[in-house]
């Protein structure tokens, strides 16, 4: 195992903290790479009164590290190139320091349509997606339909591609889902456009990354979304399209499972997820509103209002076993200042019997009674300082609480979005 490298995993439905947290590490690396998800994704760094909002570009970039989007990203050309001019504006500079792999996937403008249409379609029954076109094109490139990075900064292919596909893709926007047609010629000078625009940031990243490993650079892997939206793992069919635990940094990277280094956990110290499924600890009244406001759980990409509950130590540690973590980066506990007493999902009661297995269906899992156990709040500040001793005592008995719930040390506990906020042991 490298020592040396690092992952950053969500442990719960995404917006655990990770955008801090990769900031904060960042500084130890020299490459931080995106390995899976899209723009879906929206990481948070927050420096005094400066706010970024990463969607693709890996928040390393923050802190001038070296960064890769991998080959199982997809990737939105029209988002990276906003983003990256948006960042410029801010003073970040990304040219020079970003490498794009070329078998990464592309979302089209049709994904976007087609993700709307079929959200729209779905009605009561919608998924709540992000409608970044992310479920159309992992769906496209499992089809073997899909339109590559590489590809896409070849004039010569994009016409062809797109005169094959588009026939296809307006038969299913008209006459599946009675929605508007794409248009070729404006999807080919797109295409060309989006390539041109592109095309000095794209390389072989497989190559890249095995040269910088072999060189012994030390490499963070950014995870994006979290365990339980994993398309396998996570609370099928309300997940995203791709592998968010540790296993999606292999395959999107091509760098060998030895690469991967230790696995930093994020955990929120309560719960949120964002779009439709189910969550056993949800708070649909006002202490949940209140922990809403207190936190900010507005979403980061949409802007919804995240839903909020208890934590969850049976998924916990379900995401720790699934991804190895080996530490624990616990965030937001300032956000539970004030309330008393706080309450811990220990088991589910399940149809009358007590487990603590996280269940494979999601119908089982809507079924599941929180088991709680209580512990003290506290009024005064969660900590006055940046070290552990500085937690106020019923802060510091639950984080403990937690680390031994999911049986993992916390090397960071996050009390604030600044990168200031933060205790590192
Ligand atoms: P990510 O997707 O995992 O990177 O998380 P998001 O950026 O979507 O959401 C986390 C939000 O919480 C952002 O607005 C962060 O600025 C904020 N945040 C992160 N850590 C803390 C913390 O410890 N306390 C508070 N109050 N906010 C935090
Ligand atoms: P970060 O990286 C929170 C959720 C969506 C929806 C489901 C499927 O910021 O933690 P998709 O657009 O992926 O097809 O939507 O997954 N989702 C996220 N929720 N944080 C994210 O990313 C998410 N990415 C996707 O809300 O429920
Ligand atoms: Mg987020």
Redesign the pocket.
Known sequence: MREHNACVV?MQ????G??KIIDLLSEEFDLVVRAQ??S????TVVIGDRQFILHLVPSGIIRGADCVIGNGVVIDPDQLLAEIEELREQGVEVAGKLLVSDRAQVVCPYHKAL?GAREQAMGDGK??????G??PAYADKAYRTGLRIGQLIDPGFVRDFFETQVPLVNKVLQHVYEAEPVDLDELVEWGLRSGSALKTMVGDTVEFLDQAARDGQAILFE????AL?DIDFGTYP?????N?TAGGFITGTGLPAAELGRTLGVLKTYTT?????PFPTELDDELGEHIRQQGGEF????G?P?RCGWFDAVAARYSARLNGVTELALTKLDVLEGIDPLKICVAYEIDGRETEVFPAQADRLAAAVPVYEEMPGWKEATATGDTFDTLCPQAAAYVNKLTELVNAPAKIVSVGSDRAQTIIG
């Not at 879906?40 to 990481?43: E, F, K, R, S, Y």
């Not at 309300?238 to 791709?242: F, G, K, L, N, Q």
């Open positions: 969500g439905w995404g917006d655990e990770k955008g998800g899209g879906n994704a929206g990481h993700d998924l709540g997606t992000t409608l970044r992310i479920g995870g994006a979304q979290g939206l309300y997940c995203t399209s791709s968010s997820r964002v779009g439709a499924g979403g980061a990409t949409t919804r995240r």
